[in-house]
């Protein structure tokens, strides 16, 4: 029997609330961990000095900027995971992931580029978000017959995939031709960059409105998602504007994506294994998959950054780093669970 909607809903509601917590907890968590640890016992008071706009305490003062790290790795995490959801729909592939199209190598050599020129930080990020909005732009261009609905677009998706590959490649030997050339003193910064890192990241206010907006978008749209995935050739004919919800996809996938890439760099392996891994867990119904990967994938990096800048304490490590040494090993076992 297949579950009524009252059910689905007692079931998300669940879920997404079991993650919120998680995800609270998380971010306390990060708070609470350091070089210098901040005892349980104090933190309803620190938590208070932060309410009211005052941090006096030395507990204070260190979950503040613990918190604002943590909120900026949870809206990354969230992000990114969010965009991989809608990547593998666009594509109607499990293994696709919000790099596949090119858009964070666009974003490396804006972001390169600007260190390159000695720019100040917020260059940097306006040159990495620029130039993951010309390479969307130039892939569209490229690529915008086979994001259109109806049966002879559903061969598009390969070609859509091939020509983001081969964009994706020429920014790969923009980057390599970058970091040959550029001065020593240079060369740890971008490589950082490159890798993904929170250190220097900023608390800001885009971000979150971006992932707001993507959001809104994703579940507004979870009905006619699911429908694509298992009737794809009829869709159009059940009443799915397919054209429409494919460019939606596309410019939602690629704006979440920019937005990370230009917050952390190339932090990757989140927005692949965090969807598979809800979609193992609690199913591949857009409407619990949807908000279940953007918390689930929020939390995670927010407990991989704290463990990049714990574990070797007092040095840390770049938050790419630990995504990717527990994101391999996740994803060969999802992936043999997935040939089984």
Same mark, same amino acid.
């Given at each position: 029997?297949?579950?009524?909607?009252?059910?689905?809903?007692?079931?998300?509601?669940?879920?997404?609330?079991?993650?919120?917590?998680?995800?609270?907890?998380?971010?306390?968590?990060?708070?609470?961990?350091?070089?210098?640890?901040?005892?349980?016992?104090?933190?309803?008071?620190?938590?208070?000095?932060?309410?009211?706009?005052?941090?006096?305490?030395?507990?204070?003062?260190?979950?503040?900027?613990?918190?604002?790290?943590?909120?900026?790795?949870?809206?990354?995490?969230?992000?990114?995971?969010?965009?991989?959801?809608?990547?593998?729909?666009?594509?109607?592939?499990?293994?696709?992931?919000?790099?596949?199209? &090119?858009?964070?190598?666009? +974003? @490396?050599?804006? $972001? =390169?580029?600007?260190? #390159?020129? !000695?720019? %100040? /930080?917020?260059?940097?990020?306006?040159?990495?978000?620029?130039?993951?909005?010309?390479?969307?732009?130039?892939?569209?261009?490229?690529?915008?017959?086979?994001?259109?609905?109806?049966?002879?677009?559903?061969?598009?998706?390969?070609?859509?995939?091939?020509? &983001?590959?081969?964009?994706? +490649? @020429?920014?790969? $030997? =923009?980057?390599?031709? #970058?970091? !040959?050339? %550029? /001065?020593?003193?240079?060369?740890?910064?971008?490589?950082?960059?490159?890798?993904?890192?929170?250190?220097?990241?900023?608390?800001?206010?885009?971000?979150?409105?971006?992932?707001?907006?993507?959001?809104?978008?994703?579940?507004?749209?979870?009905?006619?998602?699911?429908?694509?995935?298992?009737? @794809?050739?009829? $869709?159009?004919?059940?009443?799915?504007?397919?054209? %429409?919800?494919?460019?939606?996809?596309?410019?939602?996938?690629?704006?979440?994506?920019?937005?990370?890439?230009?917050?952390?760099?190339?932090?990757?392996?989140?927005?692949?294994?965090?969807?598979?891994?809800?979609?193992?867990?609690?199913?591949?119904?857009?409407?619990?998959?949807?908000?279940?990967?953007?918390?689930?994938?929020?939390?995670?990096?927010?407990?991989?950054?704290?463990?990049?800048?714990?574990?070797?304490?007092?040095?840390?490590?770049?938050?790419?780093?630990?995504?990717?040494?527990?994101?391999?090993?996740?994803?060969?076992?999802?992936?043999?669970?997935?040939?089984?």
């Amino acid at each position: 029997m297949h579950p009524t909607s009252a059910n689905l809903r007692n079931r998300a509601g669940i879920v997404v609330a079991g993650l919120l917590l998680a995800s609270i907890g998380s971010v306390l968590f990060a708070g609470m961990t350091g070089s210098v640890s901040i005892p349980l016992a104090d933190m309803p008071g620190a938590i208070d000095e932060l309410l009211h706009r005052r941090a006096d305490s030395l507990a204070a003062t260190l979950l503040d900027l613990r918190a604002s790290r943590a909120l900026t790795a949870f809206v990354t995490g969230a992000a990114l995971s969010l965009a991989g959801v809608m990547m593998q729909a666009l594509l109607r592939n499990p293994l696709a992931d919000p790099y596949v199209l &090119g858009i964070s190598s666009g +974003s @490396a050599v804006g $972001a =390169l580029a600007a260190i #390159m020129a !000695a720019s %100040a /930080a917020w260059v940097v990020d306006a040159a990495a978000f620029a130039g993951a909005v010309v390479i969307s732009m130039l892939l569209y261009l490229l690529a915008r017959r086979d994001l259109r609905g109806g049966s002879a677009a559903e061969g598009g998706t390969a070609l859509l995939l091939l020509t &983001g590959v081969i964009l994706s +490649s @020429a920014g790969s $030997a =923009l980057i390599s031709l #970058m970091l !040959a050339i %550029a /001065a020593d003193n240079q060369v740890r910064g971008m490589v950082f960059w490159l890798i993904g890192d929170l250190s220097g990241a900023p608390l800001r206010l885009l971000p979150w409105l971006v992932l707001g907006a993507g959001l809104l978008f994703a579940l507004r749209s979870a009905r006619s998602l699911n429908v694509l995935a298992l009737h @794809a050739e009829a $869709a159009q004919t059940l009443g799915i504007r397919v054209g %429409a919800l494919r460019k939606g996809l596309f410019f939602c996938s690629g704006l979440l994506t920019a937005s990370a890439v230009t917050t952390a760099g190339s932090v990757g392996f989140v927005g692949l294994i965090v969807p598979h891994a809800c979609r193992f867990a609690f199913g591949p119904d857009h409407r619990v998959l949807i908000p279940a990967a953007t918390l689930a994938g929020g939390a995670y990096l927010v407990l991989a950054d704290t463990l990049a800048r714990t574990i070797i304490a007092p040095q840390q490590l770049p938050v790419g780093v630990i995504t990717a040494l527990i994101g391999t090993p996740v994803f060969l076992y999802q992936l043999h669970r997935l040939r089984k």
